[in-house]
């Protein structure tokens, strides 16, 4: 990308919004406030981590996590009440965004790839899991949420360990 296409993108403020939303997202997802997290997120939002890190059909491929509103919730249910054995004890986590580009602009949406680098600290381990990201933006009534978060792993194809936090 050259920069001037780049410093184009970024003068856009409906570009901006979005990124402080994605670190908006990091932080509340680091903080385990999982109720904020939700607030998010459109009614038809999805969240996303796909096994295959080429795949765009979703509903046609397997998946870690492939949530509507309804599943999304349930997995906050399931992480805030204690019943879950991966989410007790949960890890500390801190994560990083960055590497944002534009991949579509429409009259009301922004959608975002970057790169996610997650770490994680429980029971005396420390994990590391890099992502790409793609966040599609909607500007709504009441403000920009996300409406559809994908997150492919570096390491989807093998295996991956029950984190107890929300990628």
Do not use: C
Request: hydrophobic content about 40%; glycine content about 4%; aromatic content about 6%.
């Amino acid at each position: 990308m050259s920069t001037d296409l780049m410093t184009a993108q970024l003068s856009d403020t409906r570009v901006l919004q979005a990124i402080e939303l994605v670190w908006q997202e990091a932080a509340l997802l680091d903080a385990k406030d999982y109720q904020s997290w939700d607030a998010l997120w459109t009614d038809s939002g999805r969240y996303i981590i796909p096994i295959d890190p080429e795949t765009d059909d979703f509903d046609g491929s397997l998946n870690m996590v492939n949530d509507d509103t309804r599943m999304r919730r349930m997995r906050i249910e399931r992480l805030t009440s204690g019943y879950s054995m991966s989410a007790l004890a949960a890890a500390r986590t801190v994560r990083t965004l960055s590497r944002f580009t534009v991949e579509e602009r429409t009259d009301d949406s922004v959608t975002l790839r970057s790169a996610q680098i997650l770490v994680g600290f429980k029971r005396d381990e420390q994990q590391t899991l890099a992502a790409d990201v793609t966040h599609r933006i909607r500007y709504t009534e009441s403000g920009p949420r996300l409406d559809l978060k994908v997150i492919r792993l570096v390491n989807s194809q093998g295996a991956v360990n029950a984190s107890g936090y929300l990628l």
